[in-house]
């Protein structure tokens, strides 16, 4: 901005040299049209900034005292902790579930490698410090490696599986070392390389250090005759001529020192090939496991954490599909999908006031737990408990701790039925490979008509097969269908599955039971099989078993009657987080939106004494809080001369008492004005907020056409 011309007086509302430092980092223009739109900060919120200043205000409004309100605050952090304690500690037991059969895997190769080692040459001691090779054979040179198939699109979901896989094989008795792809890259090559390797076996490396150190240091007695498993968990990021020179140097001594890789490979098992040398593939012996798909780890979860009620915390369907969606965006990234739940439990214990209640169910007498906590609260919290809108559909209009005890229990019992009956359609449209993940999406939908889904004939199934519902496709029509046409073997493996999962609902369960009775007689299993395989070959009309369609008929029975989603229950909202805005904003992020907002609700986060919310804005403020305030007073662009001016009379305001005593004192007929010092301070402080503004992308510095505006980008509260 220009300095003001020579011939205006220079006074302390115009005399602006300080906005000198405001400039524009690169060329911009700023639109022709300068129409002044007056933003209003009492605009319609959006649903989500309004459920969660209603959580908030609810809380604050209905707490007695300051006490009770930190009191409450404490309670919801805790059970967020012991809620996601449990999340957590079941996820990392599913996981290592699965990944167990594979780290078996790898554990019998590594014995049956170290047996061929060994059956080929058991050398001494003293021959293994030699440095020439005890066989010069090429077979003898070869390193055992085994290459596993992870299929991630990204590496992060597969740190966790080879940090189990190392302590899976430490624990069984083998040395481990770990490299990663940096310290196999060009920068370090391979000498920086083989020296990570002997820190992490040896206590003490020499500066000068080469394979005889390591052959020294394995033919000490708790050393010896165990394989040293070097373990590479991203072959692709790797430097090829930097591993292909560690594999030669390596081979050379591997019937003296048994070493064996354990490779990682994301993409293809042929990647190897396009990343080594042909004299260094030689050089490796190569087995070829497969990690479970990303598929198969999110079913064993979906089943585990949202499916099976293990924290007491579960997602509405808007929440469901979010994940599933944000889950697929990032490339069936595991990692991303518990992020994203870890935030979901995060905001529902921070947004909901009765969320504590949550821990009640995994307590064993959960009733007591809730009669407990109940009447320990405030009558106004009671009142807002029966204010959702679920005990409004439901008309609970009684305010008594039985009502919310009974409507607790029963949406407990509920959730653990709704369960059973979800793995039961899995178990079927497994076969299929129907994910349950989608089926779970389509469970939880509320606006689901089952009833209009369920019994529909073959003929239909392929039009509504097209119909808009949770997942794009109707999961639970598809899983009746595949019902229909399972092969008897297969069925009766089905209703066995069943049989277990319906355990806790005698009813269902002996109505399985005696399907099953009719197909199978304890004296004779396989007649039964080859005759009911014979009618199934001779049936006729839509092509379906007898039996097929008594268990599809039964499993209809069962999902109509007792797959109800949660969102439709009684006190749901205590413990379902159903905010998708929210959720959507904390992952995706709007980052200037929100250091907009917390600039104008500043006071609501420090929470001191000297701010109070209001209309007006308070000089104790920091300045750019001051200044964002102000400028949602003016248009698409903002007038500098009046901006300051603003700020100029907030900064010099004085509280009202020492205004009327000014006012009233009889020697001062007119205010002293400010010192010079105090004039240049607070043009200094303008300067400062306006930058800080442009920096967090809020203004856009003048332009050479109108030095005297700054144009605003983010709008509205």
């Not at 439901?394 to 059973?420: H, P, R």
């Not at 806790?504 to 396989?526: F, H, P, W, Y």
């Not at 009046?642 to 004192?665: P, V």
């Not at 402080?685 to 967090?696: D, K, L, P, W, Y």
Request: net charge neutral.
């Amino acid at each position: 901005m220009s300095a003001p011309s020579s011939d205006t007086p220079l006074t302390a509302a115009n005399n602006i040299q300080p906005f000198l430092v405001l400039h524009k980092a690169a060329a911009s223009s700023v639109p022709s049209s300068h129409a002044r739109r007056r933003i209003q900060t009492s605009q319609p919120p959006s649903p989500s900034t309004y459920l969660a200043d209603r959580c908030h205000d609810a809380a604050r409004v209905q707490c007695e005292d300051e006490g009770d309100l930190d009191l409450y605050e404490q309670l919801r952090l805790e059970a967020f902790q012991q809620t996601w304690s449990k999340i957590q500690s079941t996820i990392d037991e599913v996981l290592k579930g699965i990944n167990l059969k594979l780290f078996d895997q790898v554990l019998q190769w590594v014995k049956e490698s170290f047996s061929l080692v060994r059956a080929i040459a058991r050398p001494h001691h003293t021959e293994v410090q030699q440095s020439y090779p005890l066989l010069t054979d090429v077979i003898c040179k070869r390193i055992p490696t085994a290459f596993i198939l992870t299929k991630n699109a990204e590496f992060v979901d597969d740190i966790t599986t080879f940090r189990d896989l190392a302590g899976h094989l430490e624990s069984n008795g083998c040395h481990l070392a770990k490299l990663s792809a940096t310290e196999l890259s060009a920068k370090h090559g391979v000498g920086g390389c083989f020296r990570s390797l002997l820190r992490q076996l040896l206590s003490d490396v020499p500066d000068v250090a080469g394979v005889s150190v390591l052959a020294s240091w394995y033919c000490e007695a708790e050393n010896y005759d165990k394989p040293i498993i070097v373990i590479i968990d991203d072959l692709e990021q790797c430097s090829g001529d930097v591993l292909g020179e560690l594999v030669l140097m390596l081979s050379e001594w591997v019937i003296k020192i048994p070493i064996f890789f354990v490779m990682g490979i994301a993409t293809t098992l042929d990647a190897p090939k396009k990343l080594l040398s042909s004299e260094a593939l030689q050089r490796l012996e190569p087995c070829k496991l497969t990690l479970g798909s990303p598929s198969d780890r999110m079913n064993a979860l979906v089943e585990a954490i949202l499916v099976k009620p293990c924290a007491g915390f579960c997602i509405s369907h808007e929440v469901a599909m979010f994940l599933r969606n944000y889950f697929f965006r990032h490339d069936g990234t595991i990692t991303s999908f518990i992020s994203a739940l870890k935030l979901a439990c995060s905001k529902h214990f921070s947004l909901e006031p009765l969320s504590f209640l949550c821990v009640g169910m995994l307590e064993e007498d959960c009733e007591e737990f809730w009669r407990d906590k109940f009447e320990a609260l405030p009558q106004q919290i009671r009142k807002y408990a029966f204010g959702f809108p679920s005990c409004a559909s439901a008309k609970i209009s009684s305010n008594s701790s039985n009502n919310i005890i009974e409507g607790l229990s029963k949406l407990l019992k509920l959730q653990k039925d709704w369960g059973s009956v979800l793995l039961c359609l899995y178990e079927a449209g497994r076969h299929d490979k129907v994910q349950l993940l989608d089926i779970f999406c389509e469970a939880v939908n509320p606006d689901l008509q089952t009833e209009n889904v369920l019994f529909v004939s073959e003929v239909t199934c392929e039009s509504l097969s097209g119909v808009k519902s949770g997942c794009g496709k109707r999961s639970i029509t598809q899983v009746m269908n595949t019902l229909r046409h399972l092969p008897m073997e297969t069925l009766l493996h089905v209703l066995e599955v069943w049989s277990n999962q319906l355990e806790g609902m005698s009813e269902i369960n002996d109505k399985v039971k005696e399907l099953q009775s009719t197909t199978i007689s304890a004296d004779s299993v396989r007649p039964a099989k080859e005759k009911w395989t014979r009618r199934s070959a001779a049936s006729t009309g839509n092509g379906t078993d007898p039996l097929n369609e008594k268990a599809a008929v039964l499993l209809q029975d069962v999902t109509r009657k007792y797959l109800v989603p949660v969102e439709c229950l009684p006190f749901h909202e205590i413990i379902c987080f159903k905010n998708v805005d929210v959720l959507q904003s904390a992952l995706i992020g709007n980052p200037r939106r929100m250091v907009q907002l917390d600039l104008l609700k500043s006071q609501s986060h420090l929470k001191c004494s000297c701010c109070r919310n209001g209309t007006a804005v308070s000089r104790s403020l920091h300045d750019t809080s001051i200044m964002c305030n102000l400028a949602q007073e003016y248009g698409d662009v903002i007038n500098l001369h009046d901006w300051y001016m603003t700020f100029e009379g907030i900064i010099n305001s004085t509280n009202s008492k020492a205004k009327r005593k000014s006012y009233s004192s009889p020697s001062k007929k007119k205010s002293k004005p400010s010192s010079l010092e105090g004039r240049a301070m607070i043009q200094a402080r303008f300067c400062r907020a306006v930058t800080e503004m442009q920096i967090t992308g809020l203004v856009r510095m003048p332009s050479k056409r109108r030095p005297d505006l700054v144009q605003r980008i983010a709008f509205g509260p």
